[in-house]
């Protein structure tokens, strides 16, 4: 709190804010109970609101306050009048803030009651995720909770303070509005005044972004949330909250700056810690070769080896058919890791099946020793190979994949991840920011049989090359520590080139003018050259607190599956509710 500032119903202080100088003050304090203790006639409690944790005592002299503190329980809703004090010599608690001091209550009014509640209201608790959920409310009582709720708060003040120093403005844009592809399944909204017709929540304001470049506001941000109805996980939330932002005139180093910046002063005010500029950079290219992945965590070693020509051709029918068929062979090195346990082992390989790779062979180098189900298929050559590639040295396991391109990297990624954590080989405390750039300005789609955009429609093209198979896009990532935190581009601003993306994405002239119309026609009022980016702002509040899972930084999350606990989302809607809509359910 400011100091000087009036608190609500009649508190001098935060109970959390007590210390040693305030000692001799005569302080109201409201909260809830946190523990009660009954010593020899003296009663102690906890009160406990945002700020911390304060002790009361209640002696048997203060007859009024002694009874009611006899008749309290936890999470009982108190005020407490009365004065602070330093706390009898050794008796002080080092572990809290406000371990100098207690409260020695004259006065404790029960505000409310509470019942017992399903799983303790305190940091360390083993209750289930679906009852946390469910009592969410009392879940975000627990002081860990309240601390990363508060950290959200401060990361999303510290973002926009720097945008508004540097003249970005803050623009609202619509919830509902019109379903356009953005890569993921949209969440519909039924008209009820245009029947048949449904709105779309937005996957994020790409097109009204660039709208308002071309309205002139030539810096934009939001803290804006956003919808997609695609699979959850650990790192990704049906409703999240994206920094989206514009500038026009500018182009990929201008949003490098921009962002770079903002990270530096999110990281030094939020953790006091000081990260080196300009971030890495490496090419899409580089990162699937190096890493095999688009989003690789840079800060341990243990990169992937190219073997395809090592074994074209081989003896080892099961590698030479892979690259017969237009595979890969592709691998690394674990250090130290030749001595694992043929368990062990074995569970390497279910991990790559299960990423979908068609095995995997292992290889320990142990002095002049071989060990692998398939040394006795390996020529002396193929062995030399392997070890020069990977780096393998002596203890050393090498980890082999043989599939189709795509496979093998999905597997090899996963695996090297699972080793860096299981050998101890991620740094503590360090942030390892990465651009990754010149990303393929379409991929093919097995699933849509045609070629899609890598990051969207409107992204502009590097080169006058618009072939699929080589053309390359302004697109660049974000990435930290192997979480991708956002993608950005420079934009197609020339209502031409626009036309002729749409074609080779298979965008027919009427779909897109019914899709995109409001945008392209936009476009030929004068629209300046504008770049931009977006990034998930639970995610970097996710890796800011040290937290596992996105859904501890979110106030009020789903399940996996996509239910909401606390209320009971989704539900059935009634028959009168549907009829004004006009629709039926199947």
Not at 233 to 254: I, K, Y
Request: aromatic share 10%; glycine share 10%.
């Amino acid at each position: 709190m400011a100091e000087g500032e009036r608190l609500a119903g009649g508190r001098t202080d935060m109970c959390g804010a007590l210390r040693a100088a305030d000692a001799g003050r005569e302080v109201v304090l409201t909260g809830w109970v946190a523990r009660r203790r009954d010593h020899g006639g003296v009663v102690f409690f906890d009160l406990r609101d945002r700020e911390g944790v304060v002790q009361v005592v209640a002696h048997p002299g203060e007859a009024g306050a002694y009874g009611a503190a006899q008749g309290l329980r936890g999470e009982f809703v108190v005020r407490v009048t009365g004065p602070c004090r330093v706390r009898p010599e050794g008796t002080a608690n080092a572990n809290l803030p406000t371990g100098e001091v207690e409260v020695a209550a004259r006065r404790i009014e029960v505000i409310s009651e509470s019942l017992t509640p399903p799983f303790p209201v305190e940091d360390r608790v083993e209750a289930d995720e679906n009852l946390r959920l469910k009592y969410r409310y009392l879940d975000l009582r627990r002081p860990e909770m309240t601390r990363v709720l508060r950290d959200r708060h401060r990361i999303f003040a510290i973002i926009r303070r720097y945008f508004d120093e540097r003249g970005f403005v803050d623009v609202e844009t619509p919830m509902l509005t019109k379903s356009t592809p953005e890569g993921a399944r949209d969440f519909l909204v039924p008209s009820r005044l245009q029947r048949g017709k449904v709105y779309a929540l937005p996957q994020s304001p790409q097109q009204f972004k660039q709208l308002l470049m071309v309205a002139g506001l030539d810096r934009y941000y939001q803290i804006v949330r956003c919808f997609r109805d695609e699979d959850l996980r650990a790192d990704r939330h049906w409703e999240f909250t994206q920094l989206d932002l514009e500038m026009s005139f500018a182009s990929e180093e201008d949003v490098f700056e921009a962002l770079e910046g903002m990270f530096v002063r999110v990281w030094t005010e939020f953790l006091g810690l000081e990260v080196p500029t300009p971030f890495a950079r490496l090419t899409y290219d580089e990162v699937m070769r190096r890493y095999g992945s688009d989003k690789p965590d840079v800060r341990y070693g243990m990169e992937l080896a190219d073997l395809t020509e090592t074994f074209r051709g081989s003896g080892f029918r099961a590698f030479a058919r892979a690259v017969e068929g237009g595979g890969v062979v592709k691998g690394f090195a674990a250090p130290g890791a030749a001595s694992w346990s043929r368990k062990e082992l074995d569970g390497l390989v279910q991990e790559a099946t299960s990423r979908g790779a068609a095995g995997l062979v292992w290889i320990g180098f142990a002095g002049t020793e071989v060990h692998s189900p398939v040394a006795r298929f390996l020529a002396d050559e193929e062995l030399a190979a392997i070890r020069a590639a990977t780096g393998a040295g002596d203890g050393d396991l090498a980890l082999l994949v043989a599939d189709r391109e795509d496979r093998t990297n999905v597997a090899l990624d996963g695996l090297r991840r699972l080793m860096a954590a299981r050998l101890g080989l991620v740094p503590e405390g360090t942030w390892a920011f990465l651009w990754v750039t010149e990303f393929p300005m379409f991929e093919w789609s097995d699933d849509e049989g045609k070629w899609v955009s890598t990051h969207h429609p409107f992204t502009s093209p590097a080169t006058e090359d618009l072939a699929p198979e080589t053309s390359r896009a302004r697109a660049y990532d974000l990435v930290l520590n192997g979480f991708e935190l956002g993608s950005g581009s420079v934009r197609i601003h020339r209502p031409e080139l626009q036309s002729s993306v749409f074609d080779l994405l298979g965008i027919a002239r009427p779909d897109a003018e019914e899709k995109f119309g409001h945008l392209l026609e936009a476009f030929r009022y004068g629209v300046p050259p504008h770049a931009g980016f977006a990034f998930g702002l639970d995610r970097v509040v996710m890796l800011l607190t040290g937290r596992d899972n996105i859904r501890d930084v979110i106030a009020f999350p789903k399940t996996a599956s996509g239910i909401e606990p606390l209320t009971g989302a989704p539900s059935v809607p009634s028959q009168e509710q549907l009829d004004l809509l006009g629709i039926r359910l199947r």
